[in-house]
């Protein structure tokens, strides 16, 4: 029997949660998840994130606890049945954006009404205040959804169990590359019931606001923050170059997700003191900047390979472990071969990037099983059993290992490349010299 409420159990959903939670996993080839204590279990709790990778930022907070949790999406999405059945019954809500107009902002009424019932019962509803995504290390104006459905829900129940906005941060290694990093941390909450004990006012205008600047300021601790101006794209442009320069290299084995995103934290706050203390200096330094990443782009060059460590013999290391690791990816690359075919071929025909990982994801839950199967049926009425089970085993990892193999090749081309292009290697080190002249 179906659930009647949408934040209630359901034995289909239960049942495909672990599986989702499993192709999340490995979607990503390093995930860390911090601050689960934050999350109060004594009330009502909104999870609030930023929004940066579409719809692989709600897997991987749903990944990140075992909770039972709500989801709130932009309403168009709801706008064909057959998908609004879906997103009903992956237990995500239509919400209604200004921008949508304001008849159908009317709607809202009604989901708000959904939100704060599901709250009252102890579920978690997960929104994101900046109502898009957008791939960028910033946080766009919040907006007033989250605070209203806080304050909602503490009008109806306030009075006999608090209610929280819990402030998350969502940082990814690339938002475009499939089996990149993932980090989600949970930060303090913020106790809305005490917040509005406090200011004593009763104008929702005069909470709200309050109540933004707080959420925003905390969502701004639990990522790498760059300040929303005109120069974000390079200043996280020349975060990664002085990261990489200092032995930093964000989202490899060698580091912690979190110590990387700390030591890049530390990076940008050098990087706004010295915009500050020297405006002109630093424009005409991340102009520089912006032409390096066009060149180093264009030529197919990795960041991490203009790396101190990127030596001769780390490069003939990477040969070695290539040949060595060869012959499985010509196995893994033929069964799952429809896959990343199906993949690419999505891929192509989207326009925004923050997709891709969404269609990599999607592409291995939907065919992944179907073709284990497919695979393990054949293995087993074709080989003796030893032969057919060490094959089933082995098409399991196929598909992420497809795409880490194709990665490592990427940052071994791109290896020979720097070493062999003194030019660039100038350029890059002319970047470190003039960071250090305008400081």
């Known amino acids: 029997m179906g659930r009647e409420k949408i934040y209630e159990k359901d034995f289909g959903y239960t049942l495909l949660k672990p599986v989702v939670d499993w192709n999340v996993k490995h979607s990503y080839r390093k995930i860390e998840v911090r601050g689960k204590e934050n999350i109060p279990t004594d009330g009502a709790v909104i999870i609030a994130p930023n929004h940066c990778n579409t719809l692989m930022d709600a897997l991987v907070i749903l990944r990140a606890h075992k909770e039972h949790t709500v989801f709130g999406a932009r309403a168009d999405i709801f706008n064909k049945p057959l998908l609004a059945k879906i997103m009903t019954f992956l237990r995500i809500l239509p919400m209604v954006r200004q921008r949508d107009g304001l008849r159908n902002v009317l709607k809202n009424h009604e989901t708000q009404e959904t939100i704060v019932e599901t709250l009252e019962n102890k579920v978690l509803f997960c929104m994101y205040p900046e109502g898009r995504h957008r791939p960028a290390h910033s946080l766009q104006v919040l907006g007033k959804g989250v605070f209203r459905a806080a304050l909602a829900a503490n009008a109806r129940f306030g009075d006999k169990m608090p209610v929280y906005i819990v402030p998350t941060g969502i940082e990814y290694g690339d938002y475009f590359r499939y089996r990149s990093t993932s980090l989600v941390t949970f930060g303090k909450p913020i106790n809305v019931t005490e917040f509005i004990k406090e200011h004593n006012v009763e104008n929702e205008v005069m909470l709200i606001e309050p109540l933004r600047k707080e959420l925003a300021s905390r969502m701004s601790e639990l990522i790498t923050y760059i300040k929303d101006d005109d120069q974000l794209h ?33 990076i940008v706050a050098e990087i706004e003191k010295v915009c500050e203390n020297d405006p002109e200096g630093m424009k005409d330094l991340l102009e520089s900047v912006g032409k390096f990443e066009k060149k180093r782009r264009k030529k197919g060059m990795s960041i991490y390979s203009f790396s101190k460590k990127n030596t001769v013999a780390r490069i003939i290391g990477k040969a070695f472990a290539a040949l060595v690791g060869l012959p499985y990816y010509i196995f893994s690359a033929i069964i799952s071969l429809p896959m990343w075919i199906t993949y690419y071929l999505l891929k192509s025909k989207i326009r925004d990037r923050a997709f891709h990982n969404t269609v990599g994801f999607g592409v291995k839950l939907a065919l992944g099983i179907i073709l284990f199967i497919i695979y393990t049926i054949l293995a087993f009425c074709l080989l003796a059993w030893p032969y057919a089970l060490a094959i089933s085993l082995l098409t399991i990892p196929s598909y992420s290992y497809f795409f880490d193999y194709n990665e490592g090749i990427r940052r071994f081309i791109s290896d020979i490349k720097v070493r062999s292009d003194k030019k660039i290697r100038g350029f890059f080190k002319d970047i470190l010299k003039g960071f250090d002249k305008v400081k």
Request: charge should be positive.
């Open 234 to 266: 390079e200043k996280w442009a020349l975060t990664k170059i002085l990261s990489v320069a200092r032995g930093n290299e964000y989202g490899n084995f060698c580091k912690g997700l979190h110590e990387s995103m700390m030591a890049n934290r530390e």
